[in-house]
């Protein structure tokens, strides 16, 4: 089994700029794909970034690319997701995921991943 832990959301403003971090424990995870998803309220789980294991490769969703900046430290078993010029439509719950299969692509579909984390509250006000 593996757990993850999201930490680092919060309230700011339009403009602002916060760091999320994802934990994961129990399991080695580090040649694993990892991501980062987000879902507002009455809207489904979308895909906002992914990270192979060796941080070769990433992907973004064109909502979040050139603001947001995904990076992993296998040493930590930590992810990050730098999220910059934060606007309104970025107010969601973010969750961590971890795709258990030997691969080095990124998926951006949520089935694709096995594990979750309980997520962090992002909220940005206007």
């Known amino acids: 089994q593996v757990q993850l832990v999201e930490s680092g959301g919060g309230l700011v403003q339009a403009g602002d700029s916060l760091r999320l971090s994802c934990t994961a424990s129990?399991?080695?995870?580090?040649?694993?794909?990892m991501g980062w998803f987000r879902q507002a309220p009455g809207k489904e789980r979308e895909f906002v970034a992914g990270?192979?294991?060796?941080?070769?490769?990433?992907h973004y969703a064109d909502a979040v690319l050139g603001r947001f900046a995904i990076t992993r430290d296998n040493t930590k078993s930590q992810i990050y997701l730098e999220m910059n010029s934060l606007a309104p439509e970025d107010t969601a719950v973010y969750y961590c995921?971890?795709?258990?299969?030997?691969?080095?692509?990124?998926?951006?579909?949520?089935?694709?991943?096995?594990?979750w984390g309980q997520g962090t509250q992002v909220t940005v006000s206007s």
């Open positions: 990270i192979t294991w060796d941080s070769g490769r990433t």
């Open positions: 995921a971890l795709r258990w299969k030997i691969t080095h692509t990124i998926s951006i579909q949520p089935n694709e991943y096995a594990y």
């Open positions: 129990g399991r080695t995870v580090s040649t694993y794909s």
